[in-house]
């Protein structure tokens, strides 16, 4: 159960060399997101419940105010969750004999590449922007 | 216009139903895809009890509000008496 990497279609001898995820700041930047989209709510109630008081008592308003809130966090949650599993399910394996690329794209699609080290030729790298560069 | 009150938690149903579809839909790809270690573990734990608590939370709100209740919507507009 507690196995540590799961390695597709792995060849004989193949060890994983290292096992790379994008960085953390990357996860941040969307929680910072998401954590705007909680905190939301709160402001535009506040705002309307002030400027009209009975909202919190219409006989319409207050169940449609449960109801709406209630979906949208549960949205909200859930969309925080696929983004997790987002960042969490794309990731580079590097092994003795190849890198693996496993991209989860979405709800419904996952792409996985691999490519022989002994293949690669000519590697650039390149950073981009305030925030990489960092 | 009069409307049933009660037909806006069936609404809410239909979404309810829909949301846990998806929610199945992302542990299927942790249980399948993820690794199986203690993280994934206390994610997908994190995950369940968050939701639960927002379930729970709306359940004690939603008991609450009497939905045997007919609203009026739209008064105006459907107000034969006015001129417009």
Known sequence: MFSKIKLPNQLPGEKVVKNVRRDMFVLFRKVLFFLLLFVLPAGVLG???SF????????????LIVLGLSAYYLFIWLFFFFTFIDYYLDVWIVT??????????????????????????????????????? | MV??????????WGFLFFWAI???IALYHMFRYSYK?????????????????ILLFSYNHINEINW????????EVFDSSSPY
Request: zero cysteines; hydrophobic letters at 50%.
């Open chain 2, 22 to 24: 998806f929610v199945f």
């Open chain 1, 96 to 134: 003795n004999r190849r890198i693996i690329d496993i991209e989860q794209e979405g709800f419904f699609a996952r792409r996985v590449s691999e490519h022989k080290l002994f293949r690669i030729q000519d590697v650039t790298s390149e950073v981009q922007g305030v925030f990489p560069t960092i």
């Open chain 1, 52 to 63: 009209y008081p009975s909202l919190k008592t219409g006989e319409l308003s207050y169940p």
């Open chain 2, 37 to 53: 270690n203690l993280i994934s573990f206390f994610i997908i734990l994190i995950f369940l009890g968050v939701s639960g608590f």
């Open chain 2, 68 to 75: 045997d209740k007919k609203v009026t919507v739209f008064s």
């Open chain 1, 47 to 49: 705002m309307s419940f």
């Open chain 2, 3 to 12: 409307i049933p009150l009660i037909i806006f938690l069936y609404i809410y």
